[in-house]
C-alpha cells in the first residue's frame, strides 16, 4: 500500500466498530492531485443527470484468496480527517475518521455496501460521540459541488439522531433537490430534507 493511502468507506466502518459483518471487500483511498473547483451556479438539471445514471466505480480492484481490494482515486483533501490507529491484530493503520467516515460513506454508499449498511452504520454511530461540528467541518474541507448536507442529515434523522444535532444541517439550507443514492427507479420523495430516497426506504 502506498505510504499516503488509507483505509476508508466500508473498511473504515469495520474499523470504527460501525458493523458486525466481516468486509469482504477492503477499500484503500490514494487521493488525486489538487484539481480547481468547479465553477458555475449547481443547478436541479444538473444534479438529475448526475444521480440518475450508476455511480462511478474503480476499477483498480483485484482479488487475492476470498478478499477484493479496491483502491480508491478520491479528490484532494489532503488526507483531511485521516487518523492513526491499530487494526485487529494490533497493526498500526491510516483510517479516515469517524466523522470522515459518515460522510464517506453518505458521499459512496456503493463503497459500504449500499444505502441500507449506510443507514446501519448511522444507527451505530448514535451511539457514539459523533460531532456535528466535525461533520460540518468535514463537508466545508471536502468542498463537494453536491448538497451532500442533505442526505447526511436524512441519515442522522432516520438513525435517530437528536433534533438539535440535525439543526445545523437543515441550517446549511436546501438550494435543490437531491438524492440520497444513484439511479434509483421510482424513487420517494422526503419534504423534510428535500431528497430523493429509494421506494419504501
Known sequence: MRDAAYMSHGTAVFLHGLTQQLP???????EQTPKPSPTGSLTQDAVDRAFKGKQRSSRYTWQFENNRFTVLSGKHTGDYGVEEMKGPSGEP???AGLERTLVDIAV????AG?????????KSAREREVSVSRIL????A??????????????????GFEPKQLKRLRDLGFKCKFYLGYDMKKPDF???WQLYIPQGF
Open 108 to 111: 459512496r454508499p456503493t463503497y
Open 93 to 95: 493503520l491510516r483510517v
Open 137 to 140: 467541518a468535514t463537508l466545508k
Open 24 to 30: 469482504r471487500t477492503f477499500y484503500v483511498n490514494y
Open 142 to 159: 471536502l468542498d463537494y459541488r453536491y448538497p451532500y448536507h442533505q442526505s447526511i442529515g436524512f441519515l442522522m434523522e432516520r438513525a
Open 114 to 122: 449500499g444505502l441500507y449498511e449506510v443507514l446501519e452504520a448511522y
Open 190 to 192: 422526503d419534504e423534510s
